[in-house]
């Protein structure tokens, strides 16, 4: 090979590596900073991801808009582990530029209580597991997640007026839970209320399914409203020993022949 043909080649290889380094990430980041002690992701396309909450800070409220160098970026998303396990923070505020949040988003936030959703219609998997809420209202809100709500032992009622499902264990292990309402829930989802242990009254009056195991172990609930249910799955209402009886006339499957207390007579 003569030099003049190496020289190419190498340069060639050259011009490769550099186009390859000038590539954006997947995620888009230009920027990975800190402003008013929080952590963003600069994004080239002019959003922003907030990655972090600034430490040793007991109430947080994320803006809509950061600005860095000169340039405004609209924040958008909230980082993955922005908040999980922050065991200081007590209440937050989100803008109305976020409309969804990660799964596992405020997991083990042991002191969070108060939270102003912003634009959030969707709580993800595992958002709220573990949290210090002792109520809960969003009329936003119309899609939960698994496990949304999982070990918050503290909370001991929610009004979702316009949710649509309650996704499996969603409320697993409330033990403080008393009261619910759902008035748009069509489906209640298997284990969602599972181990709910002081729950007495739920309002369900659009629900057409219960899955198995619902409120399995609600050993307190004693009042129960639902609307035209077509089907209940095995050990919806097992262990259910406060509840005496409900309207079954509509149920077109289901097993009502389960051992006593899954459907209390």
């Known amino acids: 090979m003569n030099v ?16 390859i380094a000038t590539v954006p990430s997947s995620e888009g980041a230009t920027v990975s900073t800190t402003i008013d002690g929080a ?10 991801t907030y990655t972090k909450a600034p430490s040793s800070t007991a109430s947080v409220t994320v803006p809509s808009t950061v600005t860095y160098s000169g340039t405004t970026y609209k924040v958008t998303t909230i980082g993955s582990s922005a908040f999980t396990k922050n065991t200081t923070i007590a209440s937050v505020a989100l803008p109305s ?13 042991t002191r969070l209580s108060t939270i102003d959703l912003g634009g959030v219609t969707e709580l993800s998997n595992s958002c709220f597991y573990g949290c210090a809420f002792t109520s ?43 009261t619910a309402a759902f008035a748009n829930v069509g489906t209640v989802y298997n284990s969602a209320f ?10 369900l009056p659009s629900a057409t399914s219960i899955e198995m195991s619902a409120f399995e172990g609600c050993t307190e609930l004693s009042s129960l409203t639902l609307g035209s249910i077509a089907t209940i799955g095995n050990k919806a209402f097992f262990n259910c020993s406060s509840l005496k009886s409900f309207d079954l006339s509509n149920v077109v499957s289901g097993t009502r022949s389960s051992p006593e207390p899954a459907f209390p007579k």
Not at 97 to 109: A, I, Q, R, W
Not at 154 to 174: E, M, R
Not at 194 to 203: K, M, N, V
């Open 4 to 19: 003049k043909l190496s020289r190419m080649i190498t340069l060639a290889v050259l011009a490769f590596v550099l186009m």
């Open 39 to 48: 952590g963003y992701n600069l994004l080239d396309d002019g959003t922003a």
């Open 97 to 109: 530029t976020v409309t969804s949040l990660p799964d596992g988003c405020f997991k083990n936030c």
């Open 136 to 178: 809960f209202s969003s009329e936003s809100v119309t899609a939960l997640g698994s496990m949304s709500f999982g070990n918050c032992a503290s909370l001991k009622s929610v009004t979702l007026p316009n949710a649509i499902g309650i996704p499996s264990k969603c409320f697993q292990n409330c033990t403080s839970f008393e």
């Open 194 to 203: 599972i181990g709910c242990t002081s729950l007495t009254t739920i309002s």
